[in-house]
């Protein structure tokens, strides 16, 4: 039996590749048609969702897909439909009333580049735009009324008070206490538990929902859904605290983004030391790939992807 390809090896990335360039290629058509009327809302969407991204959580939906040999046009608008949530979450993130972060990817954030009003109606552009994706805008009658309510039902949960949006509103109070955000009620210095709170509403929710996405778009059986979402519940918490790590000791040419930004923050780096949160983005891992057991060989993309989120530099 074929040992699972090593994180970073030729192959893995490849399919990796792959899969990424199949969402890229989609991106773009998923935007409303531009008209000059409106041009600057227009140009700020694409500015937030085309600008250059790992794409990992429609990655995630099109793995899934993959491993019950889905077509791809199936699964395609559902992920570009979570790329896009994602997309709103960061130019909502970046805002000055929230993380006030001025680059994105490597660019002026949206709220830079366009203005802020013109942001927050980007980012509610593009939320808006992806439930009319997920719904089955761009492929008519391909897929039946129920399946896309539940899969819209799933998205709204995901963005939610107990998804995205609670996860943003407890960092935003627990940040308070750092003196950041003065203007807010200050609860105190987040602990260990609060910090797996709130990213694992604000990241590891949109994770969830792309694997389920993913599965039920395949037919997986409920059993099968929750084992999947329990492999996305431990990938996402491992995924941010590999991001704290890479803030905290990686490197700035290999992250492609300026490190340290975090150092004013209460991180799994802070809170467990970077020895104690590689065991933790480890012990994560590990468990991630353990959900995968019903699978068997069948899932050994799913963990390797696991593995190599684990060892990224970026
Ligand atoms: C209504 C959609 C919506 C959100 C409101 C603002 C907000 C509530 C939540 C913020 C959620 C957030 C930005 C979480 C951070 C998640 C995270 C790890 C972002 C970085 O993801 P990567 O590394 O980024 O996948 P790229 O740029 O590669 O896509």
Redesign the pocket.
Known sequence: MAAPDRPGSGALQLWMGALREQVEAALPAMLPPRHETAAPVHDAMAHALLSP?????PVLTLAVGAMYRARPARLLPAACALEM??A???V??DLPC?DGAAT??GRPTCHVMFGEATAILA?VGL?NRAFAVLAGEEAPGAMRDRLRALLARRLAAA?GTDG??G??TADLHAAGAGGMRGDRRADPQPDLRTLEFIHSH??GSLFIASAEVGAHLSGATPREVDALASYARNLGLA??IT?DLIDAVGDERAAGKPVGSDRLKTTFVTLCGVEGARALAAELTATAVSCLAPFGRRARRLEELARLLEARDR
């Open positions: 991204g790992k794409r990992i959580r949530v994602h709103a979450s960061l909502l993130d929230m994105r990817r980012g939320l963005i995205l949006i996860g943003q604000k990241t995924f941010q991001d």
